[in-house]
């Protein structure tokens, strides 16, 4: 009879942390949510929300506690998934941790209101967040999460989870265009965005506009892959 070996017991701790990019659009700019860090290491810097993960938590549950703790806000509400694992050695300067970051999409959020070690939180736009000097690792994390942003507007439906329901076609292609940075020609959208099954479901409702006639409004589709898929150059990808 083999007997199996007991199992290794590693040489030194390693910690375990959840870091939240939370994305939404607010007065026409995508903006991620950022704390200013109420304690060391990097005291009074830009961060993004997080912390430790408890013994007896999974690290969804995690993330779903810090979001709470840190910002108020309630990620049951929000598109929320994992993004990577980060554990460069010496990230962080407490030790060896490794982060699972999360990246949380939802549109409008309100204004966080900021708890435990966060002295303040705050939406900042991406284009300034990514120039900022931000704690640990956190600027790596944040091109990582928008560019991955991005790259789900092409492939899939999440472009919805930025709009509130009702919504018209062109709040969608204003979500596009912000994330983006591009301007897209409203009736290739339209047709694109209609003609694709599941995108989008009409209410049969529409929206008084102030100029020109009212608007459809829909509601999120049930599709949560696009085919063909929305590149950012414009045209839809050929097979």
Known sequence: MIESAPPTIPRFPVSATVDL??????????????????????????????GYVRPEEGLDAAALRELREE????????????????????????????????????PDLPTP??????AHAEWVPVDEALDAELAFDHAEILRDAVEEARTKLEYTTVATSFCREPFTVSDLRRVYEVIWGTTLDPSNFRRKVTRTEGFV????????????????????????????????????ERR
Do not use: C, F, M, N
């Not at 950022?34 to 990097?42: N, Q, S």
């Open 71 to 106: 910002t108020g806000l309630d990620g049951r509400a929000l598109h929320l998934a994992q993004l990577r694992a980060y554990g460069t050695p010496g990230r962080d300067p407490r030790g060896r941790v490794v982060t699972v970051a999360y990246l949380a999409l939802g």
């Open 201 to 236: 479901e009409p209410t049969g409702e529409r929206r008084t506009a102030e100029a020109g006639r009212p608007a459809a409004l829909y509601r999120a589709g049930r599709a949560q892959v696009l085919y063909p898929p929305l590149l950012r150059s414009g045209e839809p």
């Open 113 to 118: 209101v900021a708890g435990t070690d966060a």
């Open 21 to 50: 990019v939370i994305l939404t659009v607010r007065e026409g700019a995508l903006r991620v949510l950022l704390i200013r860090r109420g304690k060391e290491p990097h005291l009074g810097a830009y961060a993004l929300p997080g």
